[in-house]
């Protein structure tokens, strides 16, 4: 799809093919805006720092298959600013060629996690798993190729773009497979009212001296602000350069966390604490109910 300038404002890239559950996360969240397909998480940032999107729908974890990987080395050299959050439910379908029967059906093919997220179910159809790059383009290669002893896993979006039946809906072993995105936009957004619950997620590095990382993060605790998310990861494929990524349940304006930063920031060297995002808190992240409605 192209786009012009004008038309930019009202356009929310994602990465992968039409029908991809990234796709399907762009028309729940933003039902009125077009959608931009990008074939690498690369690309789809690119476009909102190009003014091709206003948006980019990035997914950063799941609930079964944990972090997306690479993802995380990519938010801060976009320069983009995270403005939501996003709690995607993702129900896996088993797709094929309109009139296909369960008993026609011999293989499967999907992406390595439509597949390990479904292998309960798979074995109990006894169908042959086969890997594919992604899962709407799994769906599109059983549609164009037409044999109906080849099934897809994928979006109930995927069938419905590729033309396909959904021959058993919800294959998925886990009940609860969710899918956390992030919305990335080219200037911060933040909350406007500061009593509301709000999510400010940052990057930083910290100085070589023992205890850092304890001394570091009791600013977050003398100061009551709830830590939901922290993680490490190597700079630059070192095994000693380690960069830690928080999400904190805090206003990036309020005083707790002024008062939280400046003693995160003694412990850093100079610049090496980035706010990617203030943002508020979507009501999903709390439901006690099945932690995706």
Known sequence: MTSSPSHSNNIIAYQGVPGAYSHLACQMRFPDMDTLSCVSFEDMLQSVVDGRARYAMVPVENSVAGRVADIHHLLPSSGLSIIGEHFQPVNHHLLAVKGTTLEQLKTVKSHEQGLAQCRSGLQALGLTPHMYPDTAGAAADV???????????????????????????NMEDAATNTTRMLIMAKTPEYPANQSDIAITTLIFRLRSVPAALYKALGGFATNGINLTKLESYMLDGHFTAVQFYIDAETHVESPSFALALEELRFFCPKDAVTILGCYPADKARYATSNGSD
């Open 143 to 169: 549609a164009a190729k037409g044999d109906a002893s080849v099934g897809a896993i994928a979006s109930s979006l995927a069938a419905d773009i590729y033309g396909l039946d959904i021959l058993k809906a």
